[in-house]
């Protein structure tokens, strides 16, 4: 390999989750360029099964309102988990709802089309690190992902698949853990 490649390499294999996250984010030209590397996840069938929703500034206020005064939120569950839903939804500057619309398909079943979805959400992670900004991916335990399935429209094939969050790190991260040398998960198969 030469030396750019090592160097690119070296970036991709430098990402690392951060949290919590804050300003800057990405300017808007960057954060088009993050969506656009979804599309190239794989995709059997074309189906593009990836659909987000990003949400920035006092839209992201906004939308926490709308989750906490939806019918289906006056619950006591849901008003115990006021503080954690205001902490997913309101603290990165941007905050991206994910999701995998699921058409039938006779070759491509549901799993892989969840599984095309994540790939693309992993597509944005590595553009976001490349820019020079850290991302979060963080679920969405019902009954949050059910609230924002209805009060941000999305349709019925669509299930959600969590929050991509995406910014600077709030603080001085820590040094990088070691990743997983990749003989405890990958092997080479011989006849
Ligand atoms: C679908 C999905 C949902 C996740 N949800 C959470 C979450 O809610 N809370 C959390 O602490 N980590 C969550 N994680 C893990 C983090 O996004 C992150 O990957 C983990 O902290 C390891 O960091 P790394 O990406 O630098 O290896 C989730 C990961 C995935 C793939």
Do not use: C
Request: proline share 8%; glycine share 6%; hydrophobic share 45%.
């Amino acid at each position: 390999m030469n030396s750019i490649h090592d160097q690119t390499l070296a970036t991709l294999l430098s990402r690392r989750s951060a949290w919590p996250l804050s300003e800057p984010a990405p300017a808007p030209a960057e954060l088009e360029a993050i969506l656009q590397a979804a599309a190239v996840a794989p995709d059997h069938a074309g189906l593009r099964p990836w659909h987000f929703k990003a949400v920035q500034g006092e839209d992201r206020q906004a939308l926490l309102h709308r989750v906490l005064q939806h019918p289906d939120a006056q619950t006591g569950q849901v008003q115990a988990l006021q503080g954690k839903y205001a902490l997913k939804l309101t603290t990165a500057p941007v905050v991206i709802v994910l999701a995998a619309r699921i058409t039938p398909h006779p070759k491509a079943p549901e799993f892989e089309q969840l599984l095309a979805a994540g790939a693309a959400v992993m597509s944005m992670l590595n553009a976001a690190h490349l820019l020079g900004y850290s991302g979060f991916w963080s679920s969405t335990p019902e009954p949050l992902a059910a609230l924002l399935h209805k009060v941000m429209g999305f349709g019925a094939q669509d299930r959600i698949i969590g929050l991509l969050n995406l910014g600077t790190p709030a603080s001085v991260t820590k040094p990088n853990a070691a990743r997983t040398p990749w003989q405890e998960y990958a092997q080479r198969w011989r006849a």
